[in-house]
């Protein structure tokens, strides 16, 4: 379903250096520097996973998201999604999937969020008997109901997040693009949360990828983690082959993915094998 081979990835960055007169010199003669944030990038994922895209700050997660939902084109590289390249169908593609990212909006900020949902409905051109089911499914299960007439900007975190989800399932997407969905949340609202993706995933057989820091994430949800760290993929596994190779007090490094010897896990929390694991690829 999602093929991604060979994706590279470069930001070209204006170089500064403090103080005003290099501020004036780059007035006149501006210096860049390279940034590779996305290198050899390759994996598939079938249709109905979710998969855990981790990685510490600036490893590479949300350019591979925005490249596979189609905002970036990769220098080189193939990826095809439901048949589609996503930075080149991208009117077509967009139907067939969901973005949420924590840190910004998708919804208007002045209006009611019924309101954003029903200009959504318009510009994916959702058949009305369709979009009222969802509305009313997705009302239900992130518990909508008191926050549908109010506007965003008045929403807290938590109220948002619950409606930018919605928001990114009123067109029926196979696939939800999720760049850390909980960033900020309290418990309440992370486990509100992580319970839907569960059940969308479940019941409509909803294909996720998720990147987030917060490790309860993917032990709640991640069938599969891809580990990126300087614009590389270290790891593609499981949660369990994770814990077995990378636990801190298994005494030797396992570096190498071919390698299966299993380490006792024991009681480790899966914040101090990935810790474990950011070390032993030297990705901090
Ligand atoms: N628009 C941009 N212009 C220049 N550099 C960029 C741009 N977007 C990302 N980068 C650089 O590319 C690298 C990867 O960034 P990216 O946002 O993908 O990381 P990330 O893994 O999502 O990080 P975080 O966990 O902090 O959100 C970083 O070095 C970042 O500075």
């Avoid at 109901?145 to 009123?170: D, F, I, K, N």
């Avoid at 994430?217 to 077995?244: C, F, H, T």
Wanted: proline share 4%.
């Amino acid at each position: 379903m999602i093929t991604v081979s060979g994706i590279n990835k470069s930001f070209k960055v204006a170089k500064r250096t403090a103080g005003v007169g290099s501020a004036f010199k780059s007035l006149f003669r501006r210096e860049y520097t390279e940034v590779a944030a996305l290198n050899d990038i390759t994996f598939s994922i079938p249709q109905g996973e979710i998969v855990g895209y981790i990685g510490p700050n600036g490893a590479g997660k949300s350019t591979t998201i925005k490249v596979m939902s189609g905002i970036l084109v990769p220098d080189s590289g193939i990826c095809t999604i439901m048949g589609y390249t996503p930075w080149l169908d991208r009117v077509k593609y967009v139907k067939h999937i969901g973005v949420v990212f924590g840190q910004r909006s998708q919804l208007w900020w002045d209006v009611p969020v019924i309101d954003s949902f029903e200009l959504l409905r318009d510009i994916y051109d959702v058949p009305e008997a369709e979009y009222r089911s969802n509305v009313a499914l997705l009302t239900e299960t992130l518990d909508l109901g008191a926050l549908l007439g109010t506007p965003v900007r008045q929403l807290s975190l938590g109220q948002r997040m619950r409606c930018e989800l919605a928001a990114s399932l009123l067109h029926s997407p196979r696939i939800l693009f999720l760049d850390e969905p909980t960033i900020g949340l309290d418990a309440v609202s992370k486990l509100a949360v992580r319970e839907f993706i569960k059940v969308i995933n479940k019941e409509r057989g909803v294909t996720v990828i998720l990147t987030t820091h917060d490790m309860n994430d993917i032990e709640a949800l991640a069938q599969r983690i891809l580990l990126i760290g300087k614009g590389r993929l270290l790891y593609d596994g499981g949660v369990e082959e994770l814990r077995g190779r990378f636990a801190p007090d298994s005494g030797s490094v396992r570096s190498g993915v071919a390698e299966v010897e299993q380490a006792p896990a024991s009681a480790t929390s899966i914040e101090e094998v990935i810790v474990q694991m950011y070390k032993e690829y030297q990705i901090t």
